[in-house]
């Protein structure tokens, strides 16, 4: 049985959330990588980790989430 055949309730599933200083791809960086890997049951293992945008964040801090 190959990953695509396997009932949906034994498939596992992942949710990836990024979260970059603006909207825009042309000049705004991501910050941070979150992801969650989960079946129909529940969560099974979480990943997250800083990231370098290499552009000062001061000057955004009031609009970071927390």
């Known amino acids: 049985m190959n990953e ?5 309730h034994k498939q596992k599933f ?3 959330d ?5 909207l825009r791809a042309e000049t705004d960086r991501i910050i941070e ?5 989960f079946t129909l049951d529940g969560p099974e293992e979480s990943f997250s ?3 370098n945008p290499k552009k000062n964040l001061q000057a ?7």
């Not at 695509?4 to 949906?8: A, H, I, V």
């Not at 990024?18 to 603006?22: A, F, I, R, S």
């Not at 955004?60 to 927390?66: E, F, V």
């Open 18 to 22: 990024l979260e970059t200083t603006g």
């Open 14 to 16: 992942a949710v990836v």
């Open 33 to 37: 990588v979150g992801i969650q890997v």
């Open 49 to 51: 980790t800083l990231v």
């Open 60 to 66: 955004l801090s009031p609009t970071l989430q927390a």
């Open 4 to 8: 695509y055949s396997k009932p949906l």
